[in-house]
């Protein structure tokens, strides 16, 4: 029987595949102190897991499948081996024994110990291995809790769409995705994202959109009611997961897969547009990247430039920071990519849910992440790290159309204390006679309320200002971007976000400056009209989404999207707002469709 489980979409689209369960390794481990007389059967429970997996291993060495990806033996190879080290086998069998934890806490613990001599050490290749010895830990723990753990791997073909369930994941594992595939056998297509928890606009999130993949977070329960090698759908746009689905179900989103592929066909005839209003309002749509060679999709989609490279996503997933050359050659293949395009890149934006690896261990944790040494203000405070990112981007900008931003600004102190290390950044780099451009563009997110509100130190410092949405409401509304508990309150249409928006856009505009948006709300296709109206001219988003705004923008008539505007910015309550904008929205598409026939 088909069961639905609900939660919130945040990368749209639809997706059929089998589920790949990725169980946290470590966490919520229960922790039992065990009397003297259990002690024994406990070690042998243990033992038992280790029995069970390794037969899942010879199982799976004995079903390989003629058409299985090369990897897979060698792979197989190294899993068993890290099964049969003596580090895994005796070392929580001592802890059972001498301190009497039960099997999964002594099992944890072991593997923490481990994973910290992983991180390490300084051959790449066998950092890497931590992910093997994180996968084959959850097996162990699988096997503990009587799961099995590998039957998909024997039932798996080469290319299959998988579709990734976990409790949560961190925006540094979906970097690793990104640029890895799943874990064991690479050929394995990812196809689609649901976890228990997350919010729209939390990174992990961002991330997914990023890689055009439906997702569905705050599916609650998903990981014991999904097990690994069921059918599941993935729902984006309605927020829905749907396990073991009927025929007539599977036929119904077969069909809206059919849809999808023939509506991105149709909008990759848009790519040559320029995207103007009805009323012939130009409309800038950019593209935000996390990687370099990301440039290369915002090309492919005709992006007007680069509205955001987040440049953490460099720093993130290893143990030492880039180098001063490694960053200057990431900066320089977006310019170069871009072929004289702008390319805004953001200065380092660490701290809240994206974090270092190395500094991890270093720095105590924070009990309030999202409001303490994060973005500009960690950046403020290794100025070491600091000028090595302002050099390698002064020395980038000899290449393109550089425009640095500077994250989560607050106060002037702050502004001039990031302009005067811009400076010292020329001088060594005139001491060095390296080149830089001689102007280049310096930028605030506004993503505190204190800077759309005392927007005046940024107008008259600045250059151009990005009004990062994800963090403005984030912090005007006292919401965890990416908590799933208080997802509903997280709302882009609270009457004090948009008035602050609608600020800043009037501002920077009066004072000349260019000012984007390039938080997620600039690729909701549903807030299109309503941003176009409140003045925006630049919108920045991920690649994939570009064409669907695009295809917005050609439908609207900046002159009634400006009523719209108005007549929102008067409300006093949100839903007042929701409701407008669905009226008007649907009226306005009437009228404006009739315009465009006729
Ligand atoms: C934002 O806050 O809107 C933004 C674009 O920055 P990030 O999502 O990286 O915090
Ligand atoms: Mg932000």
Redesign the pocket.
Known sequence: MTLALHGTGVSRGVAIGRAWCIEAAFDDVEHRTLAEAERDDEIQRYQRALDDVREEFAQVRRHIPDDAPPELPALLQVHEMILADPALVAQPMQLVRTRGMNAEWALAETAGMLVEQFDAMDDPYLRERKQDLMQVVARVRKALAGRSALRRIVHATPDEARILVAPDLAPADMLHFRHEGVDAPHAFRIAAFCTEFGGR?S?TA?LARSMNVPAVVGTHGAMQRIEDDDIIVIDGDAGVVLVDPDEATLAFYRAKLDAQATERSTLNALTVRRAVTLDGRVISLNANIELPEDAYAAMDANADGIG?F?SEFLFMNRNELPSEDEQFEAYRTALVAMEGRPVTIRTL?IGADKTLQHDEAARPASDNPALGLRAIRYSLAEPAMFGAQLRALLRASAYGRLRILV?MLSCAAEIDAVLAHIAQAKNELIDRRQAFAPKVPVGG?V?VPAAALAIRAFTSRLDFLSI?????IQYTLAIDRADSRVADLYDPLHPAVLQLISQTIHSGASAGLDVAL??EMAGDIELTDLLVGLGLTQFSMHPAQLPYIKRAVLDVHYGRAKLLADQALAQADARDIRRLLALVNATLKDDERRINEA
């Open positions: 606009t990174h961002i955001l987040r934006d994250p997110m993503e990062g949405t994800n963090d403005l390039c938080g």
